[in-house]
Protein backbone atom coordinates (compact mmCIF):
# COMPACT_ATOMS: atom_id res chain seq x y z
CA UNK A 1 0.00 0.00 0.00
CA UNK A 2 2.61 2.56 1.10
CA UNK A 3 4.88 1.35 -1.54
CA UNK A 4 2.16 1.80 -4.39
CA UNK A 5 1.61 4.96 -2.77
CA UNK A 6 5.10 5.99 -3.53
CA UNK A 7 5.49 4.76 -6.93
CA UNK A 8 2.45 6.99 -7.60
CA UNK A 9 3.93 10.05 -6.52
CA UNK A 10 7.30 9.22 -8.20
CA UNK A 11 5.41 8.47 -11.87
CA UNK A 12 2.81 11.29 -11.07
CA UNK A 13 4.55 14.17 -9.16
CA UNK A 14 8.47 13.68 -9.33
CA UNK A 15 9.17 12.32 -12.64
CA UNK A 16 5.73 12.90 -14.53
CA UNK A 17 5.90 10.54 -17.72
CA UNK A 18 9.10 8.32 -17.10
CA UNK A 19 8.35 5.03 -15.94
CA UNK A 20 11.23 4.62 -13.42
CA UNK A 21 11.58 1.36 -11.43
CA UNK A 22 12.48 1.50 -8.27
CA UNK A 23 15.65 -0.54 -7.72
CA UNK A 24 15.59 -1.85 -4.09
CA UNK A 25 13.07 -1.35 -0.77
CA UNK A 26 14.05 -0.88 2.53
CA UNK A 27 11.90 -1.50 5.47
CA UNK A 28 12.94 -1.16 9.03
CA UNK A 29 11.90 -0.21 13.00
CA UNK A 30 13.09 3.25 13.15
CA UNK A 31 15.23 3.78 16.57
CA UNK A 32 12.88 6.19 18.90
CA UNK A 33 12.84 6.54 22.64
CA UNK A 34 11.29 8.47 24.93
CA UNK A 35 14.20 11.27 24.23
CA UNK A 36 14.63 12.84 21.08
CA UNK A 37 18.44 12.46 21.89
CA UNK A 38 20.73 10.03 20.52
CA UNK A 39 22.79 7.50 22.33
CA UNK A 40 26.65 7.56 21.33
CA UNK A 41 28.19 5.32 24.30
CA UNK A 42 31.35 3.62 24.41
CA UNK A 43 30.37 -0.20 25.42
CA UNK A 44 34.29 -1.41 25.78
CA UNK A 45 37.61 -0.15 24.37
CA UNK A 46 36.21 -1.37 21.17
CA UNK A 47 33.51 -0.83 20.22
CA UNK A 48 31.06 2.03 20.50
CA UNK A 49 27.18 2.10 19.55
CA UNK A 50 25.63 5.44 18.18
CA UNK A 51 21.80 4.70 17.77
CA UNK A 52 17.87 6.45 18.51
CA UNK A 53 18.53 9.18 16.20
CA UNK A 54 14.86 9.80 15.85
CA UNK A 55 14.15 9.70 12.15
CA UNK A 56 17.11 12.65 11.53
CA UNK A 57 20.03 9.92 11.12
CA UNK A 58 20.63 11.88 7.72
CA UNK A 59 20.36 15.07 8.89
CA UNK A 60 23.10 14.08 11.83
CA UNK A 61 24.63 11.23 11.04
CA UNK A 62 28.15 12.41 10.42
CA UNK A 63 27.96 14.58 13.99
CA UNK A 64 27.10 11.98 15.74
CA UNK A 65 29.70 9.34 13.59
CA UNK A 66 32.52 11.94 14.81
CA UNK A 67 31.60 11.93 18.50
CA UNK A 68 31.70 8.33 18.36
CA UNK A 69 34.48 8.44 16.35
CA UNK A 70 36.34 10.76 19.21
CA UNK A 71 35.13 8.10 21.86
CA UNK A 72 37.09 5.34 20.03
CA UNK A 73 39.93 7.53 20.00
CA UNK A 74 39.72 8.42 23.53
Not at 26 to 45: A, C, D, M, T, Y
Not at 48 to 66: D, K, S, W, Y
Request: hydrophobic share 50%; glycine share 12%.
Amino acid sequence: MIQNALLQLLNEVILPGQNIPAEAWWSGIPGLGERNVPIIQKLNPNLVVAVRMGGMGVAIGTLVGEEAAELLID
